[in-house]
Nanobody
């Protein structure tokens, strides 16, 4: 069983930045596609960004249009960890961010493409 553990959530000032981490264990991390999703209270979970592979096996980054340039995904294969750098908006709902993992190449913007999920980490924006 693959284990994914998110961390880095908490309280952030409006307009401020934070970095979320997702540590993976149980399989070789470098061969996996990794994604981030978010879910605000009372809303459906939605895709934020993913990092997978080009056919050449170089990194392929994909972002949802809705994130409006406020997120950056990266990963450190030596640590089996993927990161999400986030800049909050001036007003933003409390949101839980989920890390997910799956194999393959491409955009990986669908829940069905991921096989494993973390428990989530909550981000609350103060104003």
């Amino acid at each position: 069983q693959v284990q994914l553990v998110e961390s880095g959530g908490g309280l952030v000032q409006a307009g401020g930045s934070l970095r979320l981490s997702c540590a993976a264990s149980g399989r070789t991390f470098s061969s996996s596609a990794m994604g981030w999703f978010r879910q605000a209270t009372g809303k459906e979970r939605e895709f934020v960004t993913s990092i997978s592979w080009n056919p050449s096996r170089t990194d392929y980054l994909y972002y949802a249009d809705s994130v409006e340039g406020r997120f950056t995904i990266s990963r450190d294969n030596t640590k089996n960890t993927v990161y999400l750098q986030k800049k909050s908006r001036m007003t933003e709902e409390t949101t839980v961010y989920y890390c997910a993992a799956g194999p393959g190449i491409g955009d990986y913007n669908s829940d069905a493409q991921y096989e494993h999920w973390g428990q989530g980490t909550q981000v609350t924006v103060s104003s």
